[in-house]
C-alpha cells in the first residue's frame, strides 16, 4: 500500500470548493443557518486518530506488534491504515466544502446578515477539515512497518 498522495488530496480541496462555491452561489437563501456546532463536527474523529497514531507509533517502537498477550495485532494496524487513508479524503473533501462556502460567504458579510453569522461556523469547519487530514497523514505514518537493519553478509 502507497502512502496518500498530496496531489490527491489537493485535488479534493479544489474540487469540492469549486463545487461548493458554484452550489453556495446558486442556493445560499435556501440554506439553514450555518452553526459553528455544524463546523467543528470532525475535531473528535481527528483527536481520535491522533491520539491512535500515538498509540500504535509507542507498539511499533517497542516492538509489540504481534499475535500474543499485549501485542498489537497487525490485523488491527492494517485496519487503522484503511481508516486514515478514509479519513484524509473526508478531510480533504470536506476542507474543500468548507472552502467553497467560505469563498462566497465571507465577501458577502458586510451585505447579508445571514452571511455573517455563517461565517464563523465555515472557519470552523475549514480548520476542522484541516485537522482531519492532519491527523490521518499521522496515523498513515505511525503505521509504516519499521525499517529492517541491512543483513550482516554471510562470511562475517
Not at 65 to 88: E, F, M, Y
Amino acid at each position: 500500500m502507497k502512502p496518500t498522495r498530496a496531489l490527491d488530496l489537493t485535488a479534493n480541496v479544489l474540487i469540492a470548493a469549486v463545487v461548493a462555491w458554484i452550489a453556495t452561489r446558486w442556493a445560499y437563501s435556501t440554506f439553514p443557518p450555518i452553526s459553528v456546532i455544524a463546523g467543528a463536527s470532525l475535531y473528535p474523529v481527528a483527536a481520535l486518530e491522533a491520539v491512535l497514531g500515538f498509540v500504535i507509533r509507542a507498539r511499533v517502537g517497542d516492538e509489540r506488534i504481534g499475535d500474543g498477550p499485549r501485542q498489537l495485532h497487525p490485523i488491527t494496524v492494517a485496519r487503522a491504515v484503511a481508516l486514515a487513508k478514509a479519513s484524509a479524503q473526508v478531510g480533504s473533501l470536506a476542507g474543500g466544502v468548507w472552502l467553497g462556502f467560505l469563498v462566497w460567504v465571507y465577501p458577502q458579510r458586510s451585505s447579508l446578515h445571514a452571511a455573517s453569522s455563517d461565517t464563523p461556523g465555515a472557519i470552523v469547519g475549514l480548520i476542522a477539515g484541516a485537522a482531519l487530514v492532519a491527523a490521518a497523514l499521522w496515523l498513515e505514518y505511525c503505521c509504516r512497518a519499521p525499517s529492517e537493519p541491512p543483513d550482516e553478509s554471510a562470511t562475517a
